[in-house]
């Protein structure tokens, strides 16, 4: 992924940030310190591109009513071909039970940590930078973790679940704040689901599936 590139998608990202900050009942504090932390990134390499068949599924050019999410979109859709993604077998492949999901669902790190930099554009300690893709009727089951993320709906709708709420149709360019080892899930229906999520705190703590 080349410099400018990156920040062109971190310059349209910290832009979705700060609109959805202005939004009524937005979680300030935590849009704020993601803010922040996404303009204090700097490019650190030149990652090596691969791709991957999610992607190349799924995410693709849609009509998107939400300026912010769809200027997102066209930015992402750009630079996909520079990025390098990874499948979701990475971090579940011996999770039982997660065969279906690790087959349609791909995201790329553009920030994290030192030890994680493979293929990240930034290596930083304070914040996870990722793009995910979510194929169609795909569910991500209860996971958690102590790091407080951001999420960002770039294109697609999907269904959230957060906690013992009960489950919550998202759209572009809605933000869904998950807090520390709060469980969560998402689940696809007809189309996929893209979005944004940061990671603004704890970015070294591992990520575990809760089982009922």
């Known amino acids: 992924?080349?410099?400018?590139?990156?920040?062109?998608?971190?310059?349209?990202?910290?832009i979705a940030w700060r609109a959805a900050a202005a939004q009524p009942f937005a979680p300030r504090t935590e849009l704020d310190r993601a803010v922040t932390l996404l303009s204090g990134l700097s490019f650190a390499g030149q990652a090596s591109p691969r791709s991957?068949?999610?992607?190349?599924?799924?995410?693709?050019?849609?009509?998107?009513?939400?300026?912010?999410?769809?200027?997102?979109?066209?930015?992402?859709?750009?630079?996909?071909?520079?990025?390098?993604?990874?499948?979701?077998d990475s971090g579940y492949g011996s999770e039982p039970g997660m065969e279906a999901f690790c087959a349609n669902y791909a995201f790329c790190a553009l920030a994290g940590p030192a030890r994680w930099a493979t293929g990240c554009s930034a290596v930083s300690d304070e914040v996870g930078f990722n793009f995910t893709v979510?194929?169609?009727?795909?569910?991500?089951?209860?996971?958690?973790?102590?790091?407080?993320?951001?999420?960002?709906?770039?294109?697609?709708?999907?269904?959230?679940?957060?906690?013992?709420?009960?489950?919550?149709?998202?759209?572009?360019?809605?933000?869904?704040?998950?807090?520390?080892?709060?469980?969560?899930?998402?689940?696809?229906?007809?189309?996929?689901?893209?979005a944004m999520a940061v990671w603004i705190s704890d970015i070294q703590a591992p990520l575990v599936v809760v089982r009922a």
């Open 134 to 194: 979510q194929g169609p009727n795909v569910t991500y089951p209860d996971h958690a973790h102590k790091a407080i993320e951001l999420y960002y709906v770039v294109s697609g709708k999907a269904l959230w679940k957060r906690g013992d709420e009960p489950w919550v149709e998202r759209y572009p360019g809605e933000v869904i704040l998950h807090t520390a080892g709060m469980r969560h899930a998402m689940k696809t229906a007809d189309e996929p689901l893209v």
């Open 52 to 88: 991957h068949g999610v992607v190349e599924r799924h995410l693709r050019p849609r009509a998107v009513r939400h300026r912010h999410a769809g200027a997102l979109l066209d930015t992402l859709l750009e630079t996909a071909p520079t990025i390098d993604w990874i499948g979701g």
């Open 1 to 14: 992924m080349t410099a400018a590139s990156y920040q062109a998608l971190t310059d349209i990202a910290t």
